[in-house]
């Protein structure tokens, strides 16, 4: 520990050892930073992803003269399952048939929305 604390007080290693330091977190912070960007744009594009098939979805419904349609809720949690089977690579079509099985049970515990009160 005192070899240490010796080697701190020599000028010329205190110096490396500042620059190093300098030159080293502004990189890591920077780096954190470009990461945590990356993440929240990735969330983002898979949010709007879901939701622009949601909302196709729901509208192919009340255009197509179908009396009642599910509720977005249920075209927004089934658009998120399949993305995320997709994301994991678990998309299958046993796991596709799960899925559109879980949305017949969601739809079916949904109050039915009528279509004209629909804009």
């Known amino acids: 520990m005192d070899q240490f604390l010796a080697l701190l007080a ?29 993440h929240n744009e990735g969330r983002r594009f898979r949010a709007r992803a879901v939701i622009r098939l949601a909302l196709y979805d729901h509208r192919h419904f009340h255009t197509s003269q179908i009396a009642s349609a599910p509720p977005l809720l249920s075209f927004l949690a089934h658009h998120a399952a399949v993305l995320d089977a997709i ?33």
């Open 87 to 119: 994301e994991a690579g678990k998309l299958t079509p046993e796991r596709a048939a799960e899925l559109a099985d879980e949305s017949r049970r969601l739809i079916a515990q949904l109050p039915k929305a009528d279509a004209s009160t629909v804009k």
């Open 10 to 38: 020599n000028p010329v290693f205190s110096g490396l050892l500042g620059a190093a330091v300098g030159a080293v977190l502004p990189a890591a912070v920077a780096l954190v930073s470009a990461l945590i960007r990356e």
